[in-house]
Nanobody, 119 residues
Framework: QVQLVESGGGLVQPGESLRLSCAAS????????MGWYRQAPGKQRERVAV???????HYADSVKGRFTVSRDNAKNTVYLQMGSLKPEDTAVYYC?????????????WGQGTQVTVSS
């Protein structure tokens, strides 16, 4: 079955950087969109940044200019480079991959990785 394995979360101070990685395995489908969502305590899950197979990227307004999403399609891997981190970036970050099987698309989620920004 499809697995999304995330890594790279942790505790950092405000202004520091962190890089998240997510590798997908277990399917022969094409990943049309792959990216990151986050959920802070007491809040709804929100989209942070995603990248299409063709390299088009979309960012939440709150992270534009600070975060960069990228993909390695050959490795079915997506990265999130986070810079100038703020306490409000604290959340569980989830990797998401939309697999295109031709006649249907199916979404998969990673288990989540905690990012904490605190002094």
């Amino acid at each position: 079955q499809v697995q999304l394995v995330e890594s790279g979360g942790g505790l950092v101070q405000p202004g520091e950087s962190l890089r998240l990685s997510c590798a997908a395995s277990g399917s022969s489908g094409t990943i049309s969109v792959m990216g990151w969502y986050r959920q802070a305590p007491g809040k709804q899950r929100e989209r942070v940044a995603v990248a299409t197979l063709g390299g088009v990227t979309h960012y939440a307004d709150s992270v534009k200019g600070r975060f960069t999403v990228s993909r390695d399609n050959a490795k079915n891997t997506v990265y999130l480079q986070m810079g100038s981190l703020k306490p409000e970036d604290t959340a569980v970050y989830y990797c998401n991959a939309a697999f295109d099987f031709g006649t249907y698309v199916e979404n998969y989620w990673g288990q989540g990785t905690q990012v904490t920004v605190s002094s």
